[in-house]
């Protein structure tokens, strides 16, 4: 078997490649792919979990963060487009009006 | 309607007549005649309403009279408890005394948004009568926060050149000085189940409040700094100045009149009435601060140029006088407490009415824009002096037979303050005396004042009112002191026990 | 039993006729004024003359009982009146003295444009020195006492237009209510100590007590308080100093007063306290020193003042000396005779003054006056007979009751009395010289001479004329009573049996305490006072001696009068000259004023500006809690940051705070195990 640990590190990695993309980069739609990738790590380690404590909640769950990553990113892809719209850039940067 | 029947909904027809009031002139149409009308009709009525109250007063008695008692909320456990005794009885009449004199002198001073003005005037009088009226600490800390919105923004709105300023920093100032009684508010009710005076001050005297010794020293302190605030007491007095500067004359009457009682009633009746061992553990330095604010008030009132300024701390000086008195624990020291917070009220708010009138004519109320006025108003001239006369504590008026008796309890307590808080008769007469030959005396300094008409009809109407009030006060004080006497009494005895248990020691 | 009598009447009576000329007096006739003003103070003179009547049956102490006024627990305090000897001759010279200068005053004032006022205020006086001296208890004295003060600071800053008027009332004002402060000191040890402030109540519970001995002690305080208060009052050192100054008001004011009644009030206070002070022989001591004191000093600042007025002012401070060094060796109805001898003299002085004044149209300047006697007759010889009077002349009021302070001062301590013979001498010299300055010589002044009589009424500007009738009879009186009014009180040495003392003496008589030296009651003759000060050391040939003596002190300051005055009128400039700095101190009396405002006004005016005002309140209190304001607006400034608008930031701060929400949830966790 592969120890879980592998599988750990594995989902981990991910979820850091997802952190530091969503804190680094500035174009609003890599922030997103860097959204899912974080998703996606955390439904590795759910997967290896369930299949380690042989329980098919963490594979259930599996589902559920899918079904939400799927509806957030439509919902995200819409509010992209609208922002692209009147801002006419992509860079998070410049979309900084509700300040203080 | 026999009398027992409105006994029981006396306080709360007095109480909430002047919010009916108010809220039936929200649907007035802006008539301001009208509207001056209905607001002066609606505070006479509740004065004499108001008049019930001492008339069938049961003078031998100390315990609450016109009670009504009843259950409001389950949880928490709030009731409607309403009830006077003698020491809320006359701060009661106080209120609705001066409201109506409070329209009449605004009569003609307040041209815009007249009935925003009177509708925040009727609530202030619902709010101050509530304070004095409640016996349940919920209703009480309702009634108590509840005055300072209408006051707010009666300054704020209605007020001189820096009213946002002054109105803000009231504000701010006396309500973080009340978020420390709610705090003690609620730790009493965690631990005795009860908003209800009564029930948590038999409870606290019979140590059945579990945690208490550990805590009175601190729910002392967090009643003592809402009420300290509000008195004012050095040194939590430097919003008072720019409050009274600023506001409006009604305002300045009432919150002279009025408001600083709340913070001295506060005092007697809950610091003393719940912790009469931590009153007595601290009563050094609040006497202490109460003798600084006598005399600091009254020389600093002394080189004031501004005349509602000087009027101000001499407020400073009276209450401390009050302060004083109260925490002597002597009988001659509370009643005349009592006495000078219903003195001052009507002397005081009498002096800032006749500055209104002052500030109607020349927009000002610098000192050095008068001199000599005693030539074009000798009318006006003379009802200053004598509602000066009044402040100053000459016998026959109503400010000598309270101080005489705060000063007589404070020596028998506590010999050296009484000693140095009776300077304050000659810091008064210095400070009232010069500021009235430098205002009235002399010859005309500005041209401008020559042609200043004399008082008119309204004017009148507002002030010799509290003039002939303090003549009756000081002539026959019995009338007022019947009342007081008692409950002063009643207040006294845990004082006397706390007092054996410590000598018997 | 006795009948009532209904005292209250009294006071009232003028207090009535004060609130109708308050009210109504703008509009009425000058004829209603007088009348309305007259006749309410002639009925309290009227109602004192019938009491005095029916005093003899009464049996005294007399109480009326009026009303209630304070009740504080078992403090009470009511309104009430009482009448016994001394009370009776206090309310006959107040009452009596009063409606004479109110008939004065008719003519004095009648031309001034606050005729009503004046009345009032002069009416309201009446009320107030009434109720003091009627008053049953030591609280309704003290209404009676401001009431006075507030009378005195109307009256005193009556024209009002005038700054230094308006300063000069304020001035008495302030500095009597230092000496209140005292009284008030004084009441409270009385309440403390005896539960009460009722005259008879408090002096029965004081009258067991023996005499402090060692100097300190509860009545020595109460009695130094008091005095303290009767100096602000009758203006003694240190508190005389508003006295000098009320002369800006009219001089029927300063007659009634600050001569002959309110100003008295400090020795009736005493003099009515005497059980108390009796029992406190220290607090007597002091009491006889600021009356020495005072009685020399303010005798030499006399002696230069060119103002006619302000020469009496300062006379009325000495003899106010006089009296309180009577009372301080313990010969109160001594102090109580001169008390009278002096209200009807110094009335006089004061009002033929005025009449001088309103003869040469208001000039006050003695050296501008001058060969007056025969162009104002009636004046002159009034005024003279109050002068032989106050100068001790034998014959004449003031030479009994003067000579019998100095007598009982003698056999206090020889410094008292020869202070007081010294005083006399330096009274009769500036009186004389008064006398001198305005009756003889050449007019030096600027106004007309006209030696026909102007008729009453319409003497404006008229010149130097005699005033009018409703002046002159007032004068005639008083001038009347201070040549017959000492007879009452011719002392045995000189053949007379002394009936006012023997008057007074039930209220004094028997009152000291238990161990105080008397005089055996057989040793007592018709020579002999009353046992109520110290044993009186010789007999009638001694006394005699020093009558005498006081003559011979008197006769010498008319004659240096005489000399400087009359003879040799460049003399006293050349003296003045070559004393100058003596000269020039006694001008300026003493600086008193100007220390006192080096010492108390000035710094008391800046400290509170500078460091209680500007320094406590505005940099130190007000500024932390505008700091405080400030402070929490600054804070808002610095957290307002984080919202900053930028995404990645909120991100970041999203990601920081869930690593250490999870740090914390696996420490916790880790932890527990």
Redesign the interface.
């Known amino acids: 078997m592969v120890p879980l640990s592998y599988y750990l590190l594995l989902s981990g990695f991910l979820f850091g490649c997802g952190?530091a993309g969503?804190?680094i980069k500035?174009n609003i739609i890599t922030i997103f792919m860097s959204i899912e990738l974080m998703l996606n790590g955390v439904n590795l380690s759910f997967v290896a979990f369930a299949a380690h404590w042989h329980s098919l909640a963490g594979q259930v769950f599996v589902f559920f963060v899918m079904v939400v990553a799927a509806a957030e990113s439509a919902v995200g892809l819409a509010i992209i487009i609208a922002v692209y719209r009147t801002r006419e850039t992509l860079n998070?940067?410049q979309?900084?009006?509700?300040?203080? | 309607m026999s009398t027992a029947n409105l006994s029981s909904i006396i306080l709360t027809l007095v109480t909430f007549l002047p919010l009916a009031g108010g809220f039936l002139l929200m649907v007035f149409p802006r008539r301001d005649r009208d509207i001056r009308i209905f607001a002066l009709v609606i505070s006479l009525l509740t004065f004499v309403l108001s008049l019930h109250l001492p008339v069938y007063f049961h003078r031998g008695q100390s315990d609450f009279q016109y009670e009504i008692d009843r259950p409001w909320v389950s949880t928490p456990n709030i009731h409607y408890h309403m009830g006077v005794d003698g020491i809320s009885l006359w701060l009661v009449a106080l209120t609705t005394f001066l409201t109506p004199l409070c329209v009449l002198i605004s009569w003609k001073s307040i041209h815009e948004r007249v009935k925003e003005f009177f509708i925040l005037l009727l609530i202030l009088e619902t709010a101050l009568i509530g304070v004095f009226t409640s016996l349940d600490l919920f209703l009480f800390y309702f009634f108590w926060e509840a005055t300072l919105i209408p006051m707010a923004l009666l300054i704020g709105i209605f007020g001189h050149e820096r009213k946002v300023y002054a109105a803000v920093k009231f504000f701010m100032y006396t309500m973080i000085g009340s978020v420390f009684m709610l705090a003690a508010i609620l730790w009493l009710y965690a631990h005795t189940g009860s908003f209800d005076f009564v029930v948590i001050r038999d409870q606290i005297a019979s140590g059945a409040v579990s945690g208490f010794p550990a805590a009175a020293q601190w729910l002392f302190l967090g009643f003592f700094l809402a009420f300290a605030v509000k008195v004012p007491l050095f040194p939590f007095h430097t919003w008072l100045p720019d409050a009274h500067v600023e506001a409006p004359t009604a305002g300045s009457v009432l919150l002279a009149g009025v408001l600083l009682k709340m913070g001295t009633y506060g005092l007697l009746r809950f610091n003393l009435g719940l912790f009469p061992e931590q009153s007595r553990h601290n009563a050094p330095w609040v006497m202490t601060l109460a003798l600084i604010g006598i005399i600091y008030g009254a020389l600093v009132a002394m080189v004031q140029p501004n005349m509602k300024k000087l009027i101000a701390y001499s407020s400073v000086s009276h209450l401390g006088f009050v302060v004083l008195g109260i925490f002597s624990f002597t009988q001659a020291g509370l009643n005349g407490a009592m006495f000078v917070m219903l003195a001052h009220g009507i002397s005081t708010g009498g002096l800032f009415m006749l500055a209104g009138i002052l500030h109607e004519r020349r927009h000002t109320y610098e000192i050095s824009e008068f001199g000599g006025l005693a030539s074009p108003m000798p009318v006006y001239a003379t009802t200053y002096l004598a509602v000066v006369l009044a402040s100053a504590g000459l016998p026959l008026l109503n400010g000598f037979i309270g101080e005489f008796l705060v000063l007589s309890g404070a020596f028998q307590a506590r010999p050296v303050f009484g000693i140095l808080a009776a300077t304050g008769v000659i810091w008064s007469a210095v400070y009232l005396l010069w500021m009235y030959q430098r205002v009235f005396y002399g010859k005309v300094t500005q041209a401008v004042n020559n042609s200043l008409s004399d008082l008119s009809g309204f004017e009148k109407w507002a002030v010799w009112p509290c003039a002939a009030a303090a003549l009756a006060m000081g002539v026959a004080p019995i009338l007022w002191l019947a009342a007081i006497d008692p409950a002063v009494q009643a207040a006294l005895m845990p004082f006397l026990r706390v007092a054996g248990r410590v000598g018997g020691q | 039993m006795n009948p009532m009598l209904n005292l209250w009447l009294i006071p009232i009576l003028p207090l009535a006729g004060a609130a109708i000329n308050g009210f109504f007096g703008k509009r009425s006739s000058r004829r209603a004024v007088t009348t309305i003003a007259l006749l309410l103070s002639g009925a309290a003179f009227a109602m004192a003359l019938w009491v005095t009547m029916r005093f003899s049956s009464l049996s005294v102490p007399y109480h009326e009982n009026l009303a209630h006024w304070i009740r504080s627990g078992s403090f009470t305090v009511d309104f009430a009146f009482y009448l016994d000897q001394l009370s009776l001759v206090m309310l006959l010279v107040v009452s009596g003295v009063g409606f004479l200068i109110h008939i004065y005053s008719v003519g004095y004032m009648w031309d001034d444009p606050g005729y009503y006022r004046f009345f009032s205020y002069l009416n309201l006086f009446m009320f107030f020195m009434l109720t003091l001296v009627l008053a049953d208890n030591y609280l309704v004295m003290f209404i009676g006492w401001e009431g006075v003060g507030l009378a005195s600071y109307l009256l005193i800053g009556f024209w009002f237009t005038k700054d230094s008027a308006a300063a000069a009332g304020k001035k008495a004002f302030i500095v009597n209510r230092i000496g209140d402060f005292g009284f008030l000191i004084a009441l409270f040890l009385l309440i403390k100590h005896f539960g009460s402030l009722n005259f008879d109540q408090v002096f029965q519970r004081v009258m067991p007590l023996g005499a402090e001995k060692a100097g300190a002690g509860l009545l020595t305080a109460i009695g130094i308080l008091l005095m303290v208060g009767a100096c602000g009052k009758s203006a003694q050192i240190p508190l005389y100093i508003w006295l000098p100054d009320a002369m800006e008001g009219p001089t029927p004011v300063s007659a009634l007063i600050h001569a002959a009644t309110m100003v008295t009030a400090g020795v009736y206070m005493v003099s009515r306290s005497h059980v108390i002070f009796e029992r406190a022989p220290m607090a007597l001591t002091v009491v006889a020193i600021i009356g020495t004191l005072t009685a020399f000093f303010a005798a030499t600042i006399g002696v230069v003042q060119t103002d006619i007025k302000k020469v009496l002012a300062y006379s009325t401070v000495s003899q106010l000396g006089y009296m309180f060094m009577a009372c301080g060796v313990g010969a109160f109805s001594a102090g109580i005779f001169h008390l009278m001898t002096h209200a009807f003299f110094k009335g006089l002085l004061f009002l033929a003054a005025g009449s001088v004044i309103h003869a040469v149209g208001g000039e006050q300047d003695m050296r501008k006056m001058g060969g007056l006697r025969t162009k104002i007759p009636w004046t002159f010889w009034t005024m003279t007979a109050g002068t032989l009077a106050i100068a001790g002349i034998p014959g004449l009021a003031g030479f009994f009751s003067k000579d019998e302070i100095l007598w009982r001062a003698y056999q206090a301590s020889w410094v008292y009395w020869l202070v007081g013979l010294t005083t006399a001498f330096v009274t009769s010299f500036y009186m004389f010289r008064l006398w001198f300055m305005t009756f003889f010589g050449e007019y030096r002044g600027e106004a007309q001479d006209h030696s026909a009589h102007d008729a009453h009424g319409g003497h404006g500007h008229g010149g130097i004329h005699e005033s009018p009738r409703v002046m002159v009879i007032p004068l005639v009186i008083l001038a009347v009573l201070s040549v017959v009014g000492g007879y009452v009180g011719v002392p045995g040495s000189l053949g007379g049996n002394n009936r006012f003392d023997r008057f007074l003496g039930p209220v004094f008589h028997g009152s000291a305490p238990a161990d105080t030296q008397q005089a055996p009651m057989g040793e007592r003759g018709a020579t002999e006072q009353e046992n109520e000060g110290p044993e009186p050391k010789s007999g009638v040939s001694t006394e005699l001696i020093f009558t005498a003596i006081s003559v011979a002190a008197a006769l010498l300051g008319l004659g240096l009068a005489w000399h400087l005055y009359y003879r040799n009128p460049h003399l006293p400039e050349k003296i003045a000259a070559s004393m100058s700095g003596t000269y020039q101190t006694l001008l300026h009396k003493y600086y008193v004023d100007e220390l006192y405002g080096a010492l108390f006004v000035r710094p008391l005016i800046n400290g509170s500006t500078r460091i209680l005002w500007q320094g406590v309140d505005r940099k130190i209190i007000d500024a932390a809690v505008n700091d405080a304001g400030d402070g929490a607006r600054n804070v808002s400034d610095e957290v307002r940051h984080m919202q900053s608008g930028n995404i990645r930031s909120y991100a970041g701060w999203v990601a920081a705070g869930s690593a250490v929400v999870i740090a914390f949830m696996i420490w916790m966790w880790t932890g527990a195990r």
């Open positions: 952190v969503f804190l500035r998070v940067d979309v900084n009006l509700l300040k203080l």
